[in-house]
């Protein structure tokens, strides 16, 4: 089986969220099973590598209207069994990933996957594209006859823009640009591309193919996810989880776990390095967006502090991390804004919950995380967060309200009280497993059943 996976972002190379985190293991896994498995993906001007380049040629393409023809380099890096592609254009080579002209950028880049292939002589029996920045090249591949999966990682983000503009990007033919394809309320829509033109849909976790068949959770596209529920071409396969680098025996940035009574150690340490009081500590590593509902938790701040210290890291929006910010004075609340993947780690570690009272959640892997360190998940009851937190685990909400978070956390509170209950909960947690291979399997009867 030959395998060409197509995304934005790939760790460690890249990355900024979720995303990056399964393409840095899902191909690897792949490729251990026995598929022939390449990753295609922009070489940024901040990419964290250093790929040899392999191929520069003019792709006439990229010609759109009075646009010039633009010059493309490629680079490799091939390692674990896994050969990584990187696509060099002038729009890529600036820092960071993603910037408002990025439905222009993701355009130029899916027009230029195939003919790239083709000429490294990469050849694949299925093209599996993920998220909007790769809709276009499912649409060009299947137009290639080729076979197809896209992945919806987050349906929340879909690459619209302006049809009439976009039109000349994307060198499709005409008729894929009405209403039965790309077009959506009159802009272009990168991620009804992938949908359209995929042979088999997936989402990252089964709730969550189910939610995005209604009004709630559709983003406007739930009639089309309908129809292909109807056809069987929509499924969900739950994310693992990397559990190498997510592992608290071995994890050098916590090494005091590794000790017989490591937790006790990291959640010391962890107090220690905020000057926290004795209450057991609620952890949140997070983007600072309304889909994670950080919103609700900064509303139920003034009760959780009666019971609980809270340490937040994460960044995105000014809002949210301005009122974090603000919270942050009071004895019993830290704030750090951004990425820190090191204080991440302490915190997974250290907290005696981690609160993801999130409003919609494709699959997230926090929760995974939390539990393999012996840390309780208090959960809203949406996507993948059903499907990963047993209710004799974690602690589970229905409504999107700070009241209803508060009230689980109560709920914790209480079981906390209760140390051998609490430690019962700890060690079924700290048990599970949510390694890549199940789903890798997943991946591959998948693509087998496409070539049936």
Same mark, same amino acid.
Do not use: K
């Given at each position: 089986m030959r395998v060409v996976h197509v995304a934005a972002e790939v760790f460690p190379f890249s990355r900024s969220g979720g995303?990056?985190? /399964?393409?840095? /293991?899902?191909? &690897? /896994?792949?490729a251990a *099973?026995?598929? *022939?498995t390449t990753v295609v993906s922009p070489w940024y001007g901040s990419l964290a590598g250093q790929p040899t380049e392999v191929w520069r040629s003019v792709v006439p393409e990229l010609r759109a209207g009075p646009a010039p023809i633009f010059e493309v380099r490629v680079g490799e890096i091939v390692q674990n069994g896994v050969q990584y592609l990187f696509?060099?254009?002038?729009e890529f080579d600036r820092p960071g990933l993603y910037f408002d002209d990025d439905v222009h950028r993701f355009c130029l880049f899916g027009r230029t996957v195939l003919p790239m292939l083709r000429q490294l002589g990469v050849a694949a029996d299925v093209v599996h594209g993920h998220d909007w920045q790769a809709g276009l090249v499912v649409a060009y591949a299947h137009l290639a006859g080729l076979k197809t999966v896209f992945s919806v990682h987050n349906l929340q983000y879909q690459g619209r823009w302006n049809l009439e503009e976009a039109?000349?990007? %994307?060198?499709l033919p005409q008729w894929t640009l009405g209403p039965d394809a790309l &077009? #959506?309320?009159?802009?272009?829509n990168l991620m009804k591309a992938g949908l359209t033109f995929a042979d088999a849909v997936t989402t990252v976790s089964p709730t969550y193919a189910q939610e995005i068949t209604t009004p709630e959770y559709g983003e406007g596209l739930q009639g089309l996810l309908v129809r292909l529920t109807i056809e069987g071409r929509l499924s969900g396969i739950l994310n693992g989880l990397d559990q190498e680098r997510w592992d608290p025996r071995t994890d050098p940035d916590v090494p005091q776990f590794g000790d017989p009574a490591g937790k006790a150690a990291a959640t010391?340490?962890?107090?220690? &390095? #905020?000057?926290?009081?004795?209450?057991p500590i609620l952890g949140v590593v997070s983007r600072l967006a309304d889909q994670k509902g950080i919103d609700l938790l900064i509303e139920a701040l003034p009760e959780l502090i009666l019971h609980w210290n809270v340490v937040v890291l994460g960044g995105g929006d000014p809002l949210l991390s301005a009122a974090l910010s603000g919270w942050a004075q009071h004895p019993r609340v830290a704030y750090v804004g951004g990425l820190n993947e090191p204080l991440a780690h302490r915190i997974y570690a250290g907290a005696d919950i981690f609160a993801m009272p999130s409003r919609f959640e494709p699959c997230g892997l926090s929760q995974m995380i939390s539990m393999r360190y012996g840390t309780l998940p208090v959960v809203r009851l %949406?996507?993948?967060? /059903?499907? %990963?937190v047993p209710a004799d685990i974690g602690f589970r909400f229905t409504d999107a309200t700070p009241q209803a978070l508060s009230a689980a956390c109560a709920e914790a509170q209480a079981e906390y009280d209760r140390p051998e209950a609490w430690q019962a909960r700890m060690e079924r947690g700290m048990a599970?497993? #949510?390694g890549w291979q199940g789903p890798a399997a997943q991946y591959l009867a998948l693509y087998g059943r496409l070539g049936r």
């Open positions: 995303l990056g985190d /399964v393409l840095g /293991v899902l191909p &690897e /896994v792949l *099973q026995g598929a *022939q696509i060099g254009l002038p039109a000349r990007w %994307t060198g &077009e #959506f309320h009159g802009d272009l010391a340490l962890l107090r220690g &390095e #905020f000057g926290l009081d004795d209450a %949406t996507g993948g967060l /059903v499907d %990963t599970l497993d #949510f």
